[in-house]
């Protein structure tokens, strides 16, 4: 169960942080141009075109970003710190390595510890991912936008955002509940009780 926590929450992370870097947060389809598709993310602005080439384009300041933006950069951000963290403290924990095997509450409390560091990160993954979204519906329905201008969509990072979040925090979840496991070992017989049988 350890193993399947630390790999359910490795598989997570490394998802978050490809959707930290990836600008497909939100799509754009022009109606006017319709072989260029806009791909917008934290850190870059990009042009698809038909032909295959891409553009990019860096956002030129963080100030100038969108409040959801700019808090999603740093959420991320944390939220891939606090991974690596969750791994290297539950990794170490592991029942199935050979360290510190005279100490099991120290292994048990870095296990625990590098769980709760997991499910952090799976809510840091989730809140901005799901507020871009949120804003990204709020302005595809406003009304007082005309239909004659192009509205962003969901692009397929959001989607692997929430996947990650939601893997990070089951892993997570999982590497705590082995914590709380009572092992009950029943006790061996004898060698010489079992030649008797």
């Known amino acids: ?19 930290t870097f990836v600008p497909l947060w939100k799509n754009l389809n022009l109606d006017l141009n ?17 032909e295959g080439a891409m553009e990019c384009k860096a956002h030129e300041s963080f100030l100038a970003l969108p409040l ?17 963290l969750g791994f290297l403290l539950s990794s170490l924990g592991l029942d199935c390595w050979k360290t510190c095997e005279e ?23 989730l809140i901005p991912v799901s507020w871009v979204a949120y804003n990204t519906v709020l302005e595809f329905w ?3 936008i005309p239909d004659i201008v192009p509205r962003w969509e969901f692009g397929e ?3 692997l955002g929430w996947f990650a979040g939601f893997f990070l925090a089951a892993g997570g979840l999982l590497l705590i509940y082995t914590t709380c496991l009572k092992r009950t070992e029943t ?11």
Do not use: H, Y
Not at 68 to 84: Q, T
Not at 189 to 197: E, F, H, K, L, S
């Open 1 to 19: 169960m350890q193993l399947g926590g630390l790999f359910l929450s490795l598989f997570g992370w490394v998802s978050s942080c490809v959707t």
């Open 34 to 50: 319709e072989l260029e598709i806009w791909n917008m993310g934290l850190w870059q602005v990009c042009i698809i075109q038909e």
């Open 68 to 84: 959801d933006l700019r808090v999603s950069r740093i959420l991320m951000c944390l939220s891939n710190g606090l991974g690596l």
């Open 103 to 125: 100490k099991p509450e120290l292994k048990k409390r870095l296990v625990l510890s590098g769980g709760a560091a997991f499910g952090m990160a799976g809510i840091m993954t």
């Open 142 to 144: 406003d009304e007082t």
């Open 157 to 159: 990072a959001t989607f």
């Open 187 to 197: 006790p061996s017989m004898p060698a010489a009780v079992c030649r008797q049988r």
